[in-house]
């Protein structure tokens, strides 16, 4: 950034060359809906008729499922779907069919290995809901009404979808790793939103690879980590307002430039900052 760039902190506007490791500068508004989301989709009954059915995202298990499907689950065709499905370990099986049951019906059977389950269903109001997820799983996202929900929902969410792509490290540190900078991003500020802070590791991939002899292309990788044993002055919570410590402060070999150069801002969230950063 240049110099005379504006960041917030936790003592007023300051300048980018101003900055020291005892400022902290403000991420974003911890903003939380006080009514829980309702959608309404219509059911197809028959060839003649049809029924609206209302999803009021209330229920825990409902979002850990949601979480859950973020992570490993698909829609069979983004035009006119007819089925998704999602991806279990079969070590895990038992423990999570009873929570995904209580959300739809599953016929289940064997993966590509003994090691992997996959579980169909034809549920087609719940298949409108996910569809608001994003399709594969580069374009998938966490839309704002799940960021925005009551910390025991959202929980319940960020639960499910570290079921399927988060592991714990040995140092108490967990860890998820997606190829969606979207889900990536939004899961940082799900994070923040449960006053908790996390970092995000970016890993260029080459565009192909080899598993098992076979050439597969592959993708750019977002890991995110984070530790509970983060000592609390890395950031701090301000008037529901989310503040990271500044970690250093140092310039980099200036890049010949003769120009304009703009700040752009969003309305009620003037903080100069762009994907938490």
Known sequence: TTDEHPFYTDTGWKSAEDLTTQDYVKLQKLDRI??????????KLNQYSIKDVTIKLDNKNLLFFLGYYLGNGFISGPANPTRFELSVPSSKLERLSVIFETVSHFNWSQGCSDKVYKGESSNSVLIQLL???GH???NKTIPDFILNLPLDLLNSFLKGYEEADGYLRDNNTSRITTVSN?????????MMNTGKLSNILFQKRPSKTFIEGREVSQKDTYSLEYNSNTPKSFYKIIDNEFYVKVKSNSKSNPKNYDGYVYNLTVEDNHTYTVNNV
């Open 182 to 190: 979207n889900i990536a991003y939004s899961y940082q500020k799900a």
């Open 136 to 138: 594969k799983a580069y």
């Open 131 to 133: 569809k608001l997820f």
């Open 34 to 43: 006080e009514h829980i989301p309702e959608f309404t989709f219509q059911e």
